[in-house]
Each structure stands twice: as structure tokens, then as C-alpha cells.
């Protein structure tokens, strides 16, 4: 059964930092895209992050200034994803989940592309 799990959410003061990692049990992991979304209080799952099998292309979304600060990286040999966010804002405050998917596709920003995800780790910046 696969399974993706998350950790190293929790409350940090704005400014902050915390990091994010994600274990997938996943044959092959080295063959999936791996990705992190976002969940705030309210609204839709949004893409955060996303990283190639191989991990030399990533690709950040481009609200929130996610790129100058956030960082997502792999270890293929830990079957592991992590997400590395610095500066932290209260805007960046929700429900964090890993994601999945073997697809070859370019629509990496979207949820419905993805085929395996975590539980979801809780992230509060307070201001």
C-alpha cells in the first residue's frame, strides 16, 4: 500500500523557519514527481512546490514570493521530499500535503494530476 507521510509542521512566529519533510513508501520512487500543496483556512489546496524524479527541475508557484523562500529538495535514496520555508508569513499559514505522481505531464500545479497523498501537516505562523 503506498503511502506518503508528513512531518515538521507546527507554530512558528513570523520570520521564522520550519521544514517539511514527507517519506513515501513508493516503489520506484525515484520515478515520481513529487510535489508539496497548501491548504489555508477556507480555501482550495493550492500548489506550493513541485520537484522531478531526478530532482534537478523544480518548480515553485508564483504567489507569495514562495520561490525566494521556500525550498524543496529530495533524497531518492531515503525515499524522501522535504520543503525548507524561510521568512515565514501568516499567509502561509495551513494544512501542507505531500503529493505523487508518475505522470509525464506539465500541468504539475494542478491537484487532479497527482495520484498518491499524505495526511497533510499543520503550518501556523503567528504575527
Known amino acids: 500500500q503506498a503511502q506518503l507521510v508528513e512531518s515538521g509542521g507546527g507554530l512558528v512566529q513570523a520570520g521564522g523557519s520550519l521544514r517539511l519533510s514527507c517519506t513515501a513508501s513508493?516503489?520506484?520512487?525515484?520515478?515520481?514527481?513529487m510535489a508539496w500543496f497548501r491548504q489555508a483556512p477556507g480555501k482550495e489546496r493550492a500548489f506550493v512546490a513541485s520537484?522531478?524524479?531526478?530532482?534537478?527541475?523544480?518548480?515553485?508557484t508564483e504567489t507569495g514570493s514562495v520561490a525566494g523562500r521556500f525550498t524543496i529538495s529530495r533524497d531518492n535514496g531515503l525515499n524522501t521530499v522535504s520543503l525548507q520555508m524561510n521568512s515565514l508569513k501568516p499567509d502561509d499559514t495551513g494544512v501542507y500535503f505531500c503529493?505523487?505522481?508518475?505522470?509525464?505531464?506539465?500541468?504539475?500545479?494542478?491537484?487532479?494530476?497527482?495520484?498518491?497523498w499524505g495526511q497533510g501537516t499543520q503550518v501556523t505562523v503567528s504575527s
Open positions: 513508493l516503489h520506484f520512487f525515484s520515478r515520481y514527481t
Open positions: 503529493a505523487a505522481t508518475s505522470y509525464a505531464t506539465t500541468r504539475l500545479n494542478q491537484s487532479e494530476m497527482y495520484t498518491h
Open positions: 520537484i522531478s524524479p531526478s530532482g534537478l527541475t523544480t518548480r515553485y
